[in-house]
T-cell receptor, first 115, second 114 residues
Framework: NAGVMQNPRHLVRRRGQEARLRCSPM?????VYWYRQLPEEGLKFMVY????????ESGMPKERFSAEFPKEGPSILRIQQVVRGDSAAYFC?????????????FGNGTRLTVT | AQSVTQLGSHVSVSEGALVLLRCNYS??????LFWYVQYPNQGLQLLLK??????LVKGINGFEAEFKKSETSFHLTKPSAHMSDAAEYFC????????????FGGGTRLMVKP
């Protein structure tokens, strides 16, 4: 009975490298959300995807960040040329399609540290 | 636009004492309100949600919250704190019933003293 699976749990990158964060939604869930939690802050919405489609990316930084949810495989949040300010916990959540009244189920997060 | 304010980033109570975590919201539409709990190094778990059916909402682990429209508040309470309640608590608001597009407050870290 796997919930939302995120990997890796911890990721260390040097400035300028790329970070790839993976998220497998709960079985049967077709919608994925990415949230970012900066130290001592609440979660901030980044992007909302369904298979092969970005529904809402209003919370994504304009540069260096991208997300995808391919037909097969996990959702990927990609951060290019990381900077120290990207250090945060990144949480993925999944749900049934909107309107199905199912709450978000969160993964345990990926903690990114940029050195 | 929606926003959530949680008063008090840290709250400390003694074991057995009342827990009160404050949340005020602003929303241009009738809101759906949620409380989530986050234990160390884990994701968020839904405690309870308000979806207009009843103003007093009961959740898991003995927590409840009351929606007060006149005060734009949705404070979380528990009559008697347990050590296991120590965690971070987030209030969130959404425009949809399922809470798929959440706006979170800054969180309140609850500490429980023996």
């Amino acid at each position: 009975n796997a919930g939302v699976m995120q990997n890796p749990r911890h990721l260390v990158r040097r400035r300028g490298q790329e970070a790839r964060l993976r998220c497998s939604p709960m079985k049967g869930h077709s919608h994925v959300y990415w949230y970012r939690q900066l130290p001592e802050e609440g979660l901030k919405f980044m992007v909302y995807l369904q298979k092969e489609n970005i529904i809402d990316e209003s919370g994504m930084p304009k540069e260096r960040f991208s997300a995808e949810f391919p037909k097969e495989g996990p959702s990927i949040l990609r951060i290019q040329q990381v900077v120290r300010g990207d250090s945060a916990a990144y949480f993925c959540a999944s749900s049934l399609p909107a309107g199905k009244a199912s709450p978000l189920h969160f993964g345990n997060g990926t903690r990114l540290t940029v050195t | 636009a929606q926003s959530v304010t949680q008063l008090g980033s840290h709250v400390s109570v003694s074991e057995g004492a009342l827990v009160l975590l404050r949340c005020n919201y602003s929303s241009s539409v009738p809101p759906y309100l949620f409380w989530y709990v986050q234990y160390p190094n884990q994701g968020l778990q839904l405690l309870l949600k308000y979806t207009s059916a009843a103003t007093l909402v009961k959740g898991i682990n003995g927590f409840e919250a009351e929606f007060k429209k006149s005060e734009t508040s949705f404070h979380l309470t528990k009559p008697s704190a347990h050590m296991s309640d120590a965690a971070e608590y987030f209030c969130a608001v959404s425009e949809d019933n399922a809470g798929n597009m959440l706006t979170f407050g800054g969180g309140t870290r609850l500490m429980v003293k023996p």
